[in-house]
T-cell receptor
Framework: EADIYQTPRYLVIGTGKKITLECSQTMGHDKMYWYQQDPGMELHLIHY???????EKGDLSSESTVSRIRTEHFPLTLESARPSHTSQYLC?????????????FGPGTRLTVL | QKEVEQNSGPLSVPEGAIASLNCTYSDRVSQSFFWYRQYSGKSPELIMSIYSNGDKEDGRFTAQLNKASQYVSLLIRDSQPSDSATYLCAVKTSYDKVIFGPGTSLSVIP
């Protein structure tokens, strides 16, 4: 069982608020990822990190930012939430060494911006 | 052309039949291939990984890899209603990124 946690699980917030979605893993994985997924739609990579102090933007443009100060922690921040940010946000981590690069996903945060 | 493509769904099969899910990829130097299952409203979870050409079996699931043709497939034998989900193909590319396909929705009809 993967030990990757996301909080909050559900969040309803008003437009213009600053929010931080938390993601933590206890597996010591170097690689961590944030995906955005609308219901019934495909996964979109929005940020990833291959280690402490390393972050990159993913394939889908996002107004969010991330930080990786500790190996186990990869929070995602939206400075000013908008209704277009309403979606499911999934965090994942992987060991990433060699061919074996299984990603373990957290339970997700379902964000609704009013 | 997307880097990882999957046969468009939804795919419907009767209970007990074989479900066949296909995936093609563009980076011919890719070495690692993964199948994830995602139930509605849940997170993806790994079903199988495959690294060598040929078949890999795990219970009712068989992954097939053909690097020359750049395709990987997943067969589900004796399909059960509990197999109804979206199946995501993922490929680790030569530039060290794992790319997910759009997914194929499978519905197993009792």
């Amino acid at each position: 069982e993967a030990d990757i946690y996301q909080t909050p699980r559900y969040l309803v917030i008003g437009t213009g608020k600053k929010i931080t979605l938390e993601c933590s893993q206890t597996m010591g994985h170097d690689k961590m990822y944030w995906y955005q997924q609308d219901p019934g739609m495909e996964l979109h990579l929005i940020h990833y990190s291959y280690g402490v102090n390393s972050t990159e933007k993913g394939d889908l443009s996002s107004e969010s930012t991330v930080s990786r100060i500790r190996t186990e922690h990869f929070p995602l921040t939206l400075e000013s939430a908008r209704p277009s940010h309403t979606s499911q946000y999934l965090c994942a981590s992987s060991e990433g060494s060699g061919w074996v690069d299984t990603q373990y996903f957290g339970p997700g945060t379902r964000l609704t911006v009013l | 052309q997307k880097e990882v493509e999957q046969n468009s769904g939804p795919l419907s099969v009767p209970e007990g039949a074989i479900a066949s899910l296909n995936c093609t990829y563009s980076d011919r130097v890719s070495q690692s291939f993964f199948w994830y299952r995602q139930y509605s409203g849940k997170s993806p979870e790994l079903i199988m990984s495959i690294y060598s050409n040929g078949d890999k079996e795990d219970g009712r699931f068989t992954a097939q890899l053909n690097k020359a043709s750049q395709y990987v497939s997943l067969l589900i034998r004796d399909s059960q209603p509990s197999d109804s989900a979206t199946y995501l193909c993922a490929v680790k590319t030569s530039y060290d990124k794992v790319i997910f396909g759009p997914g194929t929705s499978l519905s197993v009809i009792p």
